[in-house]
């Protein structure tokens, strides 16, 4: 209005951003006015105004001047701002960039519709303004903080999120004209990488489920299920993009950005589930760029990966062998997220379109000791069951997900094909079958415990415990190995090992196999916490022939699979170190055994030992007596071809006799003499011991004198050899001083005595 009164006929200012001015005065002395700025919180877009109130307030003047304390009329101003649009869908306009893929949410309502008064951002500097612009663009602050507003956000599964974040004011003044697109890509940039803005960015969801992408019932895929894009959000880190291009024109309801999310700190519940822990360090994902730019397009991206892990996070099984049957440890190193398979491993860089197994799995194992990548075919990416799935889906009832969920529930399913490993120890055969399948559930309403059930099952085929071709030392075939895990039950395994070959120094037992059929069964299981042992004893027939007599032998084979992730090992044995084999000539004896310990990694131990002895025994009557002498050798040898190789040998050799008067005095004398060997730390030890033990009717007192000396080597002068054991105590139980060498009548019967001696009489007897 001009000074007659008149207004201009003038068209309004392109930048003015005023849409409210209310001036009240009096005597040229203002006492209320209220301005409203239009603008748009940022970086979500909302519609917001900003408020700026003068009031004229009558307070005392402060200070001790002459008008301290006495009234004046003082002007005070305010800010706060009114959110407009609470309500904001998306994608916000068709130059969002790449369709609105980098927002995650389809609406966001603001429920904070008007703040408080604010701090004034022209008097503050650069922790409110925004690129200098003071008023125009700023973060809102009350007492020196940033105000959050408090957001409901719900994604394409109707999923809602609750968080706050701060949003900062930009004026209208700065959406529309073409030199304002400079300002906008200065705030957008700060926003996003700024470390001045970063706790504004870094926004705790504290583990709500957010569907990153189009879940396949979203996008209208046959059998497709909600949550299947779905994951427990910790921190959200959110993000600002400018439209493409960024000088279009806009309406002037919609803002010249937009909101996105640069990366997020997730917990894969579905991994946590199956492996019975918590991944290692955290879980940080971003968007894949495939899916950024193309979507979920076949073509280009056929195993549907929406994210990728900014550092790769292992999925171990080595703690857990238990749930995945011990038979396998499906060790994944997650690369990435799929909405067809859940977790994917190796680089995800790019899509992948085959299932490599190098790339998927770190170390996985199957058996303990066989790299699994090595014997799983590749295939292609999302074909069948081919490719590990692992997938998480919320149990709503009568699939209702506006109701409370029932329970989460995840799956793992895969049956690969398989092939021989470059080693040659594992040898497949054209009806071979590796299948792992799982169900964990953990229950919501009610709250229970967590439940699985799992089965790993592997048929058919062959395993070279060690070497192959001409140093093929034992070829084992298995028909079966069948794990069943269930919560509240006990593991089950079933392994059926039909066939057993025995090459080298063991191809002297093959003969034995048929003969060995026709005496009982001798299987035993034992399933711990730890492993699980399946184990075959069968005992061999006692064999006599004259004056020879061999007893007690047994031949036994042990597998165990750890559920630790180390190796499955099988034992052979040939009767055993409590119970050795006898053989006796006349009054001559001695006994033995030999096993053998081999696992997927090479030969773990052997052990073996002999022992050899003889006793005479006179009675007169009056007085008895006996005299004896024994002798053993005893060798062990663990992690053979290993750095960590040890050595222990034993020898020693007893002698001594005892004698009785009368039935009432005993007078025994017993002589030990042992050496013994152990490397590491090479050292040779002997001892000496003298024992003398005199019975009287009830009463019995012995002397021991006993002697030890380092012969050879150093190191610890309290250490001893054979892993700890004094020689004496390898010693077997075959001869044990005579004890168990019957008399010659025990031997050898009246008519074999007599068909003994004509054979070498030359008279007929």
């Not at 197994?357 to 999302?382: R, V």
Request: net charge negative.
């Amino acid at each position: 209005m001009d000074t007659i009164g008149q207004w201009p006929d003038a068209p309004a200012a392109a930048d003015l951003d005023v849409i409210e001015w209310r001036h009240l005065a009096a005597m040229a002395r203002d006492s209320y006015v209220r301005v409203v700025y239009k603008g748009f919180l940022f970086p979500t877009g909302h519609s917001a105004t900003l408020v700026k109130v003068t009031e004229r307030k009558c307070q005392a003047v402060p200070g001790s001047s002459t008008l301290g304390g006495k009234p004046a009329a003082y002007l005070r101003q305010r800010f706060f701002i009114v959110v407009r649009q609470p309500v904001k869908t998306y994608p916000a306009h068709s130059s969002q960039p790449h369709q609105g893929r980098q927002w995650p949410f389809e609406s966001v309502r603001i429920t904070t519709l008007v703040t408080p008064s604010l701090d004034d951002p022209s008097l503050h500097g650069d922790a409110y303004d925004l690129e200098g612009q003071g008023q125009k663009a700023f973060w809102p602050r009350v007492a020196g903080n940033d105000y959050l507003f408090h957001l409901v956000a719900t994604d394409g599964d109707g999923q809602k999120s609750e968080f706050t974040t701060p949003l900062a004011f930009i004026s209208s003044t700065l959406q529309q004209p073409a030199d304002v697109v400079s300002f906008l890509e200065g705030a957008v940039e700060a926003y996003n990488t700024a470390a001045a803005n970063e706790q504004r960015r870094n926004r705790s969801l504290q583990g709500q489920k957010v569907a990153f992408a189009p879940s396949s019932k979203k996008d209208g895929v046959s059998g497709g299920k909600p949550g299947d894009t779905s994951t427990e959000v910790k921190i959200i880190t959110l993000g600002a993009t400018l439209p493409s291009p960024s000088n279009i024109a806009l309406p002037d309801t919609q803002a010249r950005f937009f909101p996105t999310w640069q990366e997020a700190e997730v917990r894969l519940s579905a991994a946590e589930q199956t492996s019975g822990g918590s991944l290692p360090g955290p879980v940080i994902i971003q968007l894949h760029p495939s899916y950024l730019t193309g979507g979920f397009q076949p073509a280009s991206n056929p195993a549907y990966v929406w994210a990728k892990l900014k550092s790769g996070v292992g999925l171990s099984f080595d703690g857990s062998g238990d749930k995945s049957g011990g038979v396998i440890t499906p060790n994944i190193n997650i690369g990435g997220l799929s909405r067809s398979i859940g977790p994917v491993g190796g680089s995800v860089d790019t899509v992948p379109t085959t299932f490599n197994p190098d790339q998927f799995f770190s170390g996985a194992k199957i058996l303990g000791g066989l790299l699994l990548a090595e014997i799983i075919q590749a295939a292609t990416m999302g074909d069948g069951r081919k490719t590990p799935k692992l997938t998480n889906h919320v149990i709503y009832p009568n699939g209702n997900n506006l109701l409370p969920p029932q329970a989460l529930e995840t799956r793992l399913d895969w049956k690969p094909d398989v092939k021989a490993d470059p080693m040659g120890i594992f040898e497949p055969t054209s009806l071979t079958s590796m299948e792992v399948k799982g169900v964990f559930t953990t229950p919501l309403d009610p709250p229970g415990e967590p439940r699985y059930n799992i089965s790993g099952d592997l048929r058919d085929f062959w395993v070279n415990m060690i070497g192959n071709g001409s140093l093929l030392f034992l070829k084992l075939h298995f028909t079966k190995i069948v794990f069943t895990a269930e919560t509240g039950k006990k593991a089950d395994v079933d392994v059926d090992i039909d066939q057993t070959e025995f090459a080298g120094c063991l191809e002297f037992v093959n003969p034995l196999k048929n003969f060995m059929k026709n005496f009982g069964n001798g299987m035993s299981a034992d399933i711990t916490p730890t492993q699980a042992s399946v184990g075959l004893n069968l005992p061999i027939p006692n064999i006599t022939v004259g004056i020879v007599a061999i007893q007690n032998m047994s031949l036994g084979v042990k597998l165990t699979i750890p559920f630790t992730g180390n190796p499955a090992r099988v034992r052979f044995n040939f009767c055993e170190r409590e119970k050795p084999f006898l053989l006796t000539v006349f009054a001559i004896g001695g006994g033995g055994f030999f096993a053998i310990e081999i696992g997927l990694d090479g030969v773990e131990r052997i052990e073996a030992a002999l022992e050899f002895g003889a006793s005479m025994a006179i009675d007169i009557g009056v007085a008895s007596g006996k005299i004896y002498i024994a002798g053993g050798i005893y060798f062990e040898m663990e992690k053979v071809g290993q750095p960590d190789e040890t050595i222990a040998l034993t020898s020693y050799i007893r002698m001594g006799g005892s004698m009785k008067i009368l039935g009432l005095i005993t007078l025994s004398i017993e002589f030990y003499l042992g050496l013994a060997f152990q490397k590491p730390p090479n050292e040779l030890w002997g001892q000496a011991k003298i024992t003398v033990k005199v019975e009287v009717l009830f009463f019995s007192a012995s002397v021991e004198l006993s002697v030890e000396r380092r012969i050879a080597g150093g190191g610890d002068s309290e250490s001893m050899v054979a892993g700890g054991r004094k020689p004496e105590m390898v010693k077997l139980s075959a001869v044990a001083g005579g004890d168990n060498i019957g008399g010659f009548q025990d031997l050898v019967s009246n008519d074999e005595w007599i068909e003994y001696t004509r054979a070498f009489a030359q008279v007929p007897v």
